[in-house]
């Protein structure tokens, strides 16, 4: 089974209040769970909006078109925060999370160098500021890389390179005091780095123990020396502080069995394996929006975040021997630029952009799960650690890159960070939008189409909602033209009309249709002709999951006519099941002699309609009365009646299976 969601899915009830001021902060914490639908670790969006090509902002692409599906196009959680009375504290609305305003920590007004503190200083700032009761808390901590992460804010533009100019953060300023790096004292101006907690299972470089840690002035995330800074004496960074929601972070990952990881914890489904292969951005972005994986269509590529998330900063090449992420996920082997064993680098839809508007869309983040390869000190080293992110060049040739003995690098980045430009894979979906499949009803033959005769044949679906809450209901019609779907809500108690269901969904033709919803529902459908007065029509029972035929069972078509002229019969057998199906239909007259026989193959979630089977296959087309047996022979989930229709007034009448 297949269906395809609209691209920008349903932003949740928070951001409904996300420009409202809570009466307090406090308040607003204690509800955020119900917020955001009680997921423990909810993935804030990027913020970023504009779409791009490989090289500059563009307007938004259509389906089908190059560079579809990026960051820009999906919808996600938008950032939202409430910043307290006395402006000392922020809170996070999505994640639950509080954090200091500033990273002032010497109070003097000014964010520079002199904020800056070492790794060993961090404690004594922690049990200061707890001591000190800081905005009302005293639980502060240095935060994880997750936590940490979630403040990304890809609006933001990477001032890398000469004369930087348009110059905006990767943090929200609206609510976040931020400084670039204090170039009067000797730093640069991308030296805006923040410790995390969360130290690399393994070294970096020179052999150093080694941070996590996000720069909000260039947007990366980069393993970076713990105690010795790369050019000499102590490593110092900026350090804000969290507290609030401790399951942040913690991914709560189950696998599906049919090639998906869900994370109830993110409420997002994953690919369990990856591509494969290595291929450019806009090549990714294709890879995703095709992929047809556990019934589901609506996959894209992930925006940065999303792709961090699911991150195991326990896990190393060099500590663990496998990819940096839970051993449920399957990981493609690569050798790097030193020859070793490792893992790659994927692609995010995100696009990492740049100051400079010539070269605005170059780049896109990607995360490695592998080492953070860069070529320093005249050697390949792991520079930055397996769960860094970076960026690429969207496409191009590796040529344009300064080469050494196995790989390319950027000679302009620091630490001569590798460039691959072909990254892999790995798609997403919301996996809440399988919620409204708690129950599944199927109404086996539905159409718009033309008939004989000159008929003009219609669908009108009736729904009712027999559960306490508004249900929501995903119509997914299935035809050999592909699916087609919809989604809707139907109040607790009522019913939901949806006439002419089958044009309503963009199709014409027949099909099977399949309703998917989160309250118990009853349904029927009634097929019509449509004259100039309209015909009474036949009524189709909507029929719940696992209500057909399985291998060797049987069901009676009875009271069957074909008179030439007068009536004339039609049955159809249809497939609810994920696996094709063979059925054996077996046509008598009415004193019961058998007077043929013949198998109908249905696939998965269609419908085969036997036109006349008693004129066109037993040669009868003066029959009179008679009846069927429609046997399974393979497979299961069938659902099989007859359609006898009035030649002159071109009504029809439904026979439903008798088992």
Same mark, same amino acid.
């Given at each position: ?5 609209t ?10 209040? /996300? ?7 406090s ?6 769970l ?41 919808h996600?959680?938008q ?5 307290s ?15 200091i305003q500033s990273p002032?920590t ?21 049990e $200061?500021?707890?001591a ?6 005293s ?18 533009t990477?001032p ?5 100019t ?7 300023t ?10 009067a ?12 907690s ?15 840690g ?9 393993g970076?020396?713990r105690d ?12 804000r502080l ?5 399951a ?8 599906? &069995?049919? /090639? ?14 990856d ?17 047809d ?21 326990t896990?190393?090449?060099? $500590?663990? &021997?496998?990819?940096?992420?839970d051993?449920?996920?399957s990981?493609t ?13 994927y692609?995010?839809s $995100?696009?990492h ?5 010539e ?7 990607y995360?490695?799960f ?18 860094c ?8 040739e ?6 050494v ?10 630490? @001569?960070?590798?460039i691959?430009i ?5 798609c ?6 399988d919620a ?12 718009a189409?033309?008939?004989?005769? @000159? ?7 009736v ?13 997914i ?11 809707n ?20 033709g ?5 309703l998917?919803t ?5 349904a029927?459908?009634r097929v ?14 909507g ?8 291998? @060797? ?11 030439s002229?007068r009536?004339r ?7 609810t099941g ?16 058998k007077?043929?026989?013949?198998t109908?193959g249905?696939?998965?979630?269609a ?11 037993? @040669? ?15 497979g ?5 009646s007859a ?14 299976m008798?088992?």
């Amino acid at each position: 089974m297949t269906f395809k969601r609209t691209l920008m899915t349903l932003v949740t009830a928070v951001l409904l209040v /996300g420009g409202m001021v809570a009466s307090s902060q406090s308040e607003a914490a204690a509800s955020h769970l119900d917020s955001i639908g009680g997921v423990t670790y909810a993935i804030v969006d990027t913020g970023q909006s504009t779409c791009y090509n490989a090289t500059s902002a563009i307007g938004a692409p259509s389906p089908g078109e190059t560079f579809y599906g990026q960051d820009a196009q999906y919808h996600g959680r938008q950032p939202s925060y409430t910043t307290s009375d006395d402006g000392l504290t922020v809170l996070d609305n999505n994640t639950g999370l509080t954090w200091i305003q500033s990273p002032d920590t010497n109070g003097d007004g000014v964010i520079d160098s002199n904020d800056k503190l070492s790794w060993a200083e961090l404690p004594t700032y922690v049990e $200061t500021l707890n001591a000190r009761s800081f905005g009302g808390y005293s639980d502060w901590r240095v935060p994880s890389i997750k936590e940490l992460y979630s403040l990304m804010d890809f609006r933001g533009t990477d001032p890398s390179g000469p004369n930087p100019t348009n110059l905006v953060p990767f943090v929200d300023t609206a609510y976040f005091a931020f400084g670039y790096g204090d170039e009067a004292a000797g730093e640069r101006l991308i030296d805006a780095q923040y410790w995390s907690s969360t130290e690399h299972v393994s070294t970096t470089m020179d052999g150093n123990a080694t941070v996590f840690g996000v720069n909000f002035a260039d947007g990366r995330i980069k393993g970076y020396p713990r105690d010795k800074a790369a050019g000499g004496g102590v490593a110092r960074h900026y350090i804000r502080l969290v507290r609030g929601n401790p399951a942040y972070g913690v991914n709560e990952l189950v696998a599906s &069995g049919h /090639g998906t990881v869900t994370d109830n914890a993110t409420g997002l489904m994953w690919q369990q394996a990856d591509s494969g292969a290595g291929m450019t951005w806009g090549d990714a972005l294709n890879y995703c929006e095709n992929l047809d994986l556990a019934g589901a269509t609506d996959w894209h590529l992930p925006n940065a975040k999303e792709l961090q998330s699911i991150v195991d900063y326990t896990r190393s090449p060099d $500590t663990t &021997g496998s990819a940096a992420i839970d051993p449920l996920f399957s990981c493609t082997r690569i050798s790097n630029e030193k020859l070793e064993d490792d893992y790659p680098f994927y692609w995010s839809s $995100t696009t990492h952009a740049r100051a400079s508007q010539e070269q605005a869309g170059s780049a896109a983040a990607y995360v490695a799960f592998g080492r953070g390869m860069g070529y320093m000190m005249d050697s390949w080293l792991d520079v930055h650690g397996a769960g860094c992110q970076r960026s690429d060049p969207k496409e191009g040739e590796l040529s344009d890159y300064a080469y050494v003995p196995y790989g390319y690098y950027n000679s302009q980045a620091p630490q @001569g960070d590798a460039i691959r430009i072909d990254n892999f894979v790995r798609c997403v979906r919301d996996a809440e939008a399988d919620a409204v499949a708690e129950f599944t009803t199927f109404v086996e033959i539905v159409v718009a189409n033309k008939g004989l005769g @000159g008929s003009q044949w219609k669908t009108d679906l009736v729904v009712m909602n027999q559960g306490q809450k508004d249900a929501k209901i995903e119509l997914i019609l299935h035809t050999t033209a592909g699916d087609f779907a919809k989604s809707n809500e139907i109040a607790a108690g009522g019913e939901g009309v949806f006439e002419d269901v089958v044009s309503l969904l963009g199709y014409a033709g027949k099909g099977l249709l399949e309703l998917r919803t989160s309250e118990p529902v009853v349904a029927i459908a009634r097929v019509y002709n449509q004259t100039a007065d309209g015909t009474c029509g036949q009524l189709l029972e909507g029929h719940a999951a696992g209500d057909g035929l399985a291998a @060797g069972e049987s069901a009676m078509l009875l009271g069957l006519r074909q008179m030439s002229g007068r009536f004339r019969t039609n049955i159809s057998v249809s497939n609810t099941g994920s696996t094709p199906v063979e059925a054996t239909v077996e046509l008598f007259t009415a004193s019961g002699e058998k007077i043929h026989q013949f198998t109908l193959g249905v696939e998965p979630y269609a419908v085969v309609q036997d036109i006349q089977p008693f004129a066109a296959r037993a @040669g009868r087309p003066d029959l009179g009365w008679g009846f069927a047996r429609v046997t399974v022979t393979s497979g299961s989930g069938v659902l099989t009646s007859a359609s006898v229709i009035d030649a002159g007034t071109g009504d029809a009448t439904t026979i439903p299976m008798k088992r």
